[in-house]
């Protein structure tokens, strides 16, 4: 229970940005709200047999639907109710984007598209998908791109933010661009994924991270997005 507690929607494997927030408008915002689910709200919500998968999984045991092969990764989040500031917004932008390039960094792995979703508190959804023909990995990049995205959406209360990278392939196949920059990216960003090994995730941050503290708290790992 204290585990569940710790994880969100999209650190099981099997819930990715988009079926969480699907699972938000039916008001499951977190793994102890589907855990606490009945049947019938999840068969709403999932509309299909994933309802019983979940309901059975979450309670020990697996029916194997899931192949544990990661087709994307990314992180979402539920602002406070109250409502925040669009400066508190970027911030909370900036960590989603440094824990979604720390993940793809664990699992050795670069994207070729990125993933915007925002939820308004008025019940509106905006989503845009944006696919690239360079590798996406680092934090600065993943940022920058979804920060671009958010700007062409309504400045709205906000309810959740999803931020999603795919169509992920394994990061030996990177190819560096001898011409430009990205051979000095992937060496800072080795050299700072070995520090944030030995003393913890974000022991070195972006400035756009600061404030950020108390917004997406680390969760346990329970399996990357498919």
Known sequence: ???YQKLELTDLTGIATKTATR???????????????NPKKLQGAF????ATHWYRRLRGYDSGLFSEKTKSIGHTYTLPGSGSSYSEVETILAKLAEKVSIRLQRGSFFAHGLHLGVYYQSRQFHHKSFSLDRALYHSSDIYKLASQILGTFPKLPIRNLSLTCFSLASASLLQLDLFGDEDKKAKINTSLGSLKSRWGSFVVFPGSMLGSQNHAPDAIGFGASS
Do not use: C, H, R
């Open 1 to 3: 229970w204290e585990v």
């Open 23 to 37: 699972l938000n408008i039916s008001g499951i915002e977190s793994v102890i709200d589907l855990y606490q689910a």
């Open 47 to 50: 509309k299909s047999i994933f």
